[in-house]
């Protein structure tokens, strides 16, 4: 089963608004990331955070983490048309190889 | 720098054709491999991965196959496609055990008629 699960699974803003994606996990994990995906191309990492951070800053993105309730948030602040995308978020688990991808948010802002 | 490449871009296949997509890797040794594959507006299903030349490991039973025959080739193949196929495929890679970053290629765009 899939251990990330993003919400909502669409969501659509106007430029200059803030965007805020969830995510929720099952299992413990050693860190969570975040990746995006333009419409029929690769996914390109955003940010990680590690399990014993709280909370992450790059640029635009801001990124939670709460291990109590196995829950992350991306947000995005001023978002621009560039913006327009997927944005999924991925678990490792201990010892593991892989990662687990959530089913994504489909992001649109409008200009 | 690292790069990852895919080929080909698009794909279209008749039902019961073989199938072989390639995914090479440049600028990094021995890094761990994977293959995706995303159905329309969903989400990534991770089909194999790699540890090590031969060394795969099959995540979903299904009519593929994945080979490794160089450290930075990783091969997806199968000897008779079906409609249900049909799918974006992705290819990763990640250094080993630290963090897990993965990095993506451009992905394959496959059409099983």
């Known amino acids: 089963s899939q251990q990330g699960e993003e919400d909502p699974q669409a969501l659509s803003i106007q430029e200059g608004e803030n965007a805020t994606m969830n995510c929720s996990y099952k299992?413990?994990?050693?860190?969570l990331q975040w990746y995006r995906q333009n419409s029929g191309r690769g996914l390109v990492h955003l940010i990680l955070i590690r399990s014993n951070e709280r909370e992450k800053h790059s640029g635009r993105l801001r990124v939670t983490l709460d291990t109590s309730k196995k829950s992350s948030s991306l947000l995005i602040t001023a978002s621009r048309a560039a913006d327009t995308a997927s944005y999924f978020c991925a678990t490792d688990g201990p010892g593991a190889n892989k990662l687990v991808f959530g089913a994504g948010t489909i992001l649109r802002v409008k200009s | 720098s690292q790069t990852i490449h895919q080929w080909p871009a698009t794909l279209v296949q008749p039902v019961g054709s073989p199938l072989s997509l390639e995914c090479t890797v440049e600028g990094t040794s021995n890094p761990n491999l994977y293959w995706y594959r995303q159905a329309a507006g969903r989400g990534l299903q991770l089909l194999f991965y790699s540890v090590g030349i031969g060394q795969i490991s099959s995540e979903v039973p299904q009519n593929l196959s994945a080979s490794r025959p160089q450290d930075r080739q990783f091969i997806l193949s199968s000897k008779k496609l079906l409609l249900s196929d049909s799918g974006f495929y992705l290819c990763?890679?990640?250094?080993?055990?630290?963090?897990?970053?993965?990095?993506f290629g451009p992905g394959t765009r496959l059409l099983v008629l």
């Open positions: 990763a890679w990640s250094v080993m055990a630290v963090l897990k970053t993965q990095y």
């Open positions: 299992t413990s994990i050693n860190n």
